[in-house]
């Protein structure tokens, strides 16, 4: 499957962005979906993910409240809705799908990020 991140921008602190995901040449259905994030200097971390059916999601504690995740199977499409942004939320951002159930563990395949820069 390929993956094709946008949405990214530079955005003051308090406002808010949505990325969006769209997966090609394999159902979407077939995948867990996560974003990641990787700010300079840092590791890749993963930020949400939702499940095949979208029933079941996971945030990361720094985003949670923050953040939405959720995937349109029909559209191929994986959004990450983005509020409150601060700037300790700049970074690169990634959209990853797994086979397997569960946001943990190993990602099958990775779009390329885009930026989201966050000013104070």
């Known amino acids: 499957v390929q993956l094709q991140a946008s949405g990214g921008g530079l955005v003051q602190a308090g406002g808010s962005l949505r990325l969006s995901c769209v997966a090609s040449?394999?159902?979407?259905?077939?995948?867990?979906m996560g974003w990641f994030r990787q700010a300079p200097g840092k590791s890749r971390e993963i930020v949400a993910a939702v499940s095949r059916s979208g029933g079941s999601t996971y945030y990361a504690d720094s985003v949670k409240g923050r953040f939405t995740i959720s995937r349109d199977n029909a559209k191929s499409t994986v959004y990450l809705q983005m509020n409150s942004l601060k700037p300790e939320d700049t970074a690169v951002y990634y959209c990853?799908?797994?086979?397997?159930?569960?946001?943990?563990?190993?990602?099958?395949?990775w779009g390329q990020g885009t930026l989201v820069t966050v000013s104070s």
């Open positions: 990853a799908a797994k086979y397997s159930a569960g946001a943990t563990g190993r990602y099958d395949y």
């Open positions: 040449g394999r159902r979407l259905y077939d995948f867990a």
